[in-house]
């Protein structure tokens, strides 16, 4: 059996993003310094030129005002040049229309994919894991997503991810197994035996029990 030996950092949900610079399609940019006050989505995709990618690739840029409705920007990533990135953007603009209009990291050097665990060298020791990065304006990690090489990822589930962890810092709540906007939210549960008085004497939740109670926002 081949020994497993190979292994880069992998960070975690609640970590502090780790803080780069790095060369893009729209030039030099700075992570932390990046689009201060909103939401990141960093997100890697094997290599440029490749069919599923240019698919995922071609989803971001199409639903990107929905990211901008979230107060979201993106940043891709993949190991290739800045040259291979303006020629595939070029490329998939002449055949489809559609064009990435947000940085794309050039990470040829492979600094960022190893600081974020995106080069994972048992799946492939040269391109990067399809990984989705949700990253708050305190620039703190709140979801990571890694799929492999050959499984494209959903752009629905990205949104919903990201529009369920806005609403739960906003509103202080939960959110529930497949939950969707506009849906019912969960309640945090009561600490106390006072807290679970009230809850079990609370008339504006759906109580299924003290501990599950759901509400609208
Ligand atoms: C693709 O995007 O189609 C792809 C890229 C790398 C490996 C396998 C598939």
Redesign the pocket.
């Known amino acids: 059996m081949e020994e497993n030996v190979k292994a880069y950092a992998m960070p975690r949900i609640g970590d502090i993003a780790p803080n780069f610079s790095a060369m893009t399609t729209v030039g030099k940019i700075n992570l932390h310094n990046h689009a201060q006050g909103k939401w990141i989505i960093l997100f890697s995709?094997?290599?440029d030129f490749?069919?599923?990618?240019?698919?995922?690739m071609s989803g971001f840029a199409q639903r990107k005002p929905e990211f901008d409705a979230l107060d979201t920007e993106l940043i891709g990533l993949s190991i290739d040049s800045v040259h291979a990135h303006l020629g595939w953007v070029n490329n998939v603009k002449k055949n489809t229309g559609v064009y990435f209009d947000f940085p794309i990291i050039a990470d040829i050097d492979m600094k960022v994919s190893k600081l974020y665990g995106m080069l994972q060298p048992n799946e492939?020791e040269t391109?990067a894991v399809r990984a989705v990065f949700f990253i708050d304006p305190a620039r703190k990690i709140r979801l990571i997503m890694y799929y492999p090489?050959?499984v494209?990822r959903n752009m629905d589930e990205i949104l919903r991810a990201l529009t369920a962890l806005q609403t739960s810092d906003k509103h202080g709540v939960a959110m529930p197994l497949d939950w969707r906007p506009g849906e019912k939210v969960i309640v945090p549960p009561p600490k106390t035996l006072k807290e679970m008085d009230d809850r079990l004497a609370d008339t504006e939740c759906e109580l299924i029990d003290f501990y599950l109670a759901k509400k609208t926002l």
């Open positions: 995709h094997p290599a490749t069919p599923v990618c240019t698919t995922e492939s391109a090489l050959n494209g």
